[in-house]
């Protein structure tokens, strides 16, 4: 029993690991820094495995991880976690307009705006999917599913 325990819990490790490399990788494409910035690059892809990839393995039953596959990960249904990890992403994508101004202040530096970006859109779905929450629930609750969708 606990040997089976941890082999579930090094395939959540094997999961978050291989996220990080693939947001590495696709930060990378999209721009940023590989050489001269590669711990900065590292520490992005790090912290925007952390606030979308996490929460999806935490709230996984053990016995449905082997039904995940990474093409399908973010569109995995739980609502917090969804609403979180959609608009990290987004956050990150959007903040990628601070990098190029010629204004030469600190926090245009990579991976800065990058981050920011990313806990601010992680906050901002979390603001989000609280508020339909309350405001569901405040109405006199919602409709199978809608209920679902918002859990």
């Known amino acids: 029993f606990q040997l ?5 819990l090094s395939y959540r490790v094997y999961w978050f690991i291989a996220s990080v490399f693939y947001y590495h990788f696709l930060a990378v494409m999209f721009g940023a820094p590989f050489f001269s910035e590669i711990g900065g690059t590292f520490a992005f892809s790090l912290l925007l495995a952390s606030l979308t990839v996490l929460p999806f393995l ?3 039953p053990f016995d449905d991880l ?7 990960f973010l569109a995995f249904p739980s609502g917090a ?8 992403i987004l956050g990150s994508y959007c903040s990628a307009v601070a990098v190029p101004l010629d204004w030469d202040r600190w926090w245009q530096r990579w991976p800065i705006p990058g981050c920011a970006g990313c806990l601010a859109g992680a906050g901002l779905g979390l603001a989000v999917w609280a508020g339909g929450t309350a405001a569901v629930r405040l109405t006199g609750g919602a409709s199978k599913k809608n209920r679902r969708r918002l859990d």
């Open 66 to 72: 082997n039904a995940l596959s990474f093409a399908n």
């Open 81 to 88: 976690a969804s609403y979180m990890a959609d608009l990290a």
């Open 4 to 8: 089976a325990i941890m082999g579930k």
């Open 58 to 60: 935490y709230i996984t």
